[in-house]
């Protein structure tokens, strides 16, 4: 019994430490991320970690048009879409107004396929003048 614990033990150190031969890559998406001390995406493997990306609009379906096309721009640099986001965090100031724009982020998502998620209604983003901001983790091919 004791053996098949050192094998196991041994298997499972060699896969991590082969997991880590894959360095970590990050890409910025501005020079503020800089300035402000974080990254916007980070490439584990074959999973990508997007931060909170900021959203602007009129109202909040202006926002979500916003968030979602920049969003899938990040998707594109790494050949991605959106059926290969795993989780969502979405961050904003105005739930109810997120709601009635559900219709206009669920075109996002390819054939139906949308992520798992959390909302959360909050009193301020960073960017105070954002609607929503939004993360994604997201599994590539």
Request: some cysteine.
């Amino acid at each position: 019994m004791r053996a098949c614990a050192f094998v196991m033990f041994g298997l499972l150190c060699s896969s991590y430490a082969h997991a880590r031969e894959v360095p970590l890559e990050r890409h910025q998406q501005g020079s503020w991320e800089t300035d402000i001390g974080y990254t916007g995406v980070v490439r584990d493997g074959d999973t990508l970690h997007v931060s909170g990306v900021p959203c602007r609009g009129a109202d909040m379906q202006a926002a979500v048009r916003d968030c979602y096309g920049k969003l899938t721009k990040i998707l594109q640099q790494f050949d991605a879409d959106s059926s290969q986001v795993v989780k969502e965090t979405v961050f904003t100031t105005d739930m109810d107004g997120l709601i009635k724009a559900i219709p206009e982020r669920k075109t996002f998502f390819v054939d139906g396929k949308y992520p798992a998620a959390s909302w959360v209604q909050i009193s301020r983003l960073f960017d105070a003048e954002a609607k929503l901001e939004v993360e994604w983790t997201v599994h590539l091919k």
